[in-house]
């Protein structure tokens, strides 16, 4: 059983609490000495006192030795407390590799430097044998509401998987840039579109080498399986095709991110038979415990549970309750190893550059509109588009707070939600995602996604915000809201 650190305090105090108990029994037994005597005998000794003739006491002494026992008891309590009062360790690094207790100029080259960490990981993995699975194993789902904590974990045990056994990571995040700027990814190439994801298939599913073993964290799995008859759903079945028949012999390790344990919010609608059951029987299992905020935000609570591989994935009894430790946190590792990336050669978490979203089809026809007869009309269809286009993400409207006004209550809402909480996670632009929105404040207010589609196009109709493919912004600013809106 792997013990949290609660459990690992409530059972030493118990501990200490027999050991003293043990000693205070135990050690009155053995000084006071008492003698034991049968009725028989108590009544003889009376007897003889009375007629005051002396008497040898003989009495046994098995309170004595039954104290001695106590004693030993609680020595053998207190050996067993020891170990359980050990702090978790909150650093991952060695002192000779921290600069707070090491001069950068005294640290060791990269092969010795690389050598030292790994001896200082296999002994704090030692007393986590959950985790040396989940870094070990060729499949690991990780299950959480949105906010739970799936990333971040991920993330670390992406970059132990690098420094220990070398992997590549790729990273196949659809909010990738918005988690590369929280500092949420350690280590890897991450992929963000739905082109660039699709194309990392005969990468992530080729044969390798075991000194050139893959990590691929698939962010949002059950987003890639929404559509059943989608190129994003046939590649996720491919993934766990590959996950449940080659990835050992490949050497290809996964990592998937799924909001919950239903069959859809695991991609099982658009699985061929058999690919789900098989899938979650041979993949470990970490399913993170939530807490939840005022705004019934799901936030990480380092609680969760962990099955191994080759167990049932609906067996309670196959799960054991753990708790996270502190140093499975991706903030805290960048800061810690900041002075180290480059020291041992490991490549920061950083977004590929996103190809062309072309279709074929699409892509010939530009390039025979691309021809050189062609150029002349091409730039000034190119310089009028420019021109009309200086106005686009400015509110045309005479008074927008007049148009808010006439909005649903819904669509006032969502605005407010965008100003007071929901630009921080929109990009540098101002653009934010329909699917955060649809997780975060959709969800929150009990919004189905159709509901939600009306409510943009109400914003869209009413010109005060935009709507392109999967992305959602306004196009007025938060003065221009009513005062009587107030805050989500």
């Not at 003739?53 to 030993?72: D, F, R, Y």
């Not at 900041?338 to 072309?358: D, M, N, S, V």
């Amino acid at each position: 059983m792997y013990l949290g650190k609660g459990q690992k305090r409530t059972l030493t105090a118990g501990l200490l609490g027999v050991a003293a108990l043990l000693f205070v029994h135990g050690g009155s037994k053995v000084f006071s000495n008492p003698q034991t005597f049968s009725a028989a005998e108590v009544q003889r000794i009376h007897d003889l006192g009375m007629r005051r003739q002396s008497i040898a006491l003989t009495g046994k002494k098995e309170a004595a030795v039954a104290g001695v026992l106590e004693m030993a008891l609680a020595m053998g309590c207190l050996m067993l407390a020891v170990p359980l009062s050990e702090a978790t360790p909150r650093r991952i690094l060695p002192k000779s590799l921290d600069p707070a207790d090491t001069p950068k100029s005294h640290i060791p080259a990269p092969p010795d430097a690389l050598i030292l960490l790994r001896s200082r990981l296999a002994e704090l993995l030692s007393d986590y044998p959950w985790l040396k699975q989940c870094i070990a194993c060729e499949s690991l789902i990780l299950i959480a509401p949105a906010g739970g904590g799936k990333s971040s974990i991920a993330s670390v045990i992406a970059f132990l998987r690098a420094i220990l056994r070398g992997h590549r990571v790729i990273i196949l995040d659809p909010h990738g840039s918005i988690n590369i700027e929280r500092g949420v990814w350690l280590v890897g190439d991450v992929v963000q579109s739905e082109v660039d994801i699709l194309g990392t298939q005969a990468t992530i599913t080729a044969r390798h080498s075991k000194q050139e073993a893959h990590s691929a964290i698939l962010d949002e799995f059950g987003a890639l399986c929404a559509d059943k008859n989608s190129a994003t759903a046939r590649f996720a079945a491919e993934i766990v095709g590959n996950a449940i028949r080659n990835n050992r012999k490949f050497h290809n390790h996964y990592i998937f991110l799924c909001h919950g344990r239903a069959k859809g919010q695991m991609g099982g609608e658009a699985m061929p038979s058999g690919y789900l059951d098989s899938w979650t029987y041979k993949s470990a299992v970490l399913e993170l415990e939530t807490d939840y905020d005022e705004w019934g935000e799901a936030v990480f609570s380092g609680r969760a549970r962990f099955k191994p591989g080759g167990n049932s994935f609906d067996d309670d009894a196959a799960y054991t309750p753990l708790q996270i430790p502190d140093f499975l946190n991706p903030i805290a590792i960048r800061n810690e190893f900041t002075h180290l990336f480059a020291h041992l050669g490991l490549k920061q978490a950083e977004q590929r550059a996103q190809q062309p979203q072309y279709d074929p089809k699409i892509e010939q026809l530009i390039d025979e509109a691309l021809a050189e007869e062609n150029l002349p009309q091409i730039k000034t269809l190119l310089d009028r588009i420019y021109e009309s286009s200086k106005e686009v993400n400015q509110c045309t409207s005479i008074d927008p707070i007049e148009i808010v006004a006439q909005l649903s209550d819904a669509a006032k809402q969502l605005l407010v939600y965008y100003f007071d909480k929901g630009q921080k996670y929109a990009n540098s632009e101002g653009w934010l995602e329909v699917k955060v929105l649809r997780e975060n404040w959709a969800k929150n207010k009990g919004i189905l996604a159709d509901q939600l589609k009306v409510i943009l196009m109400e914003t869209v109709t009413a010109e005060i915000a935009i709507l392109e493919r999967t992305c959602w912004k306004p196009r007025i600013t938060k003065s221009d809201l009513p005062p009587s809106l107030g805050q989500v």
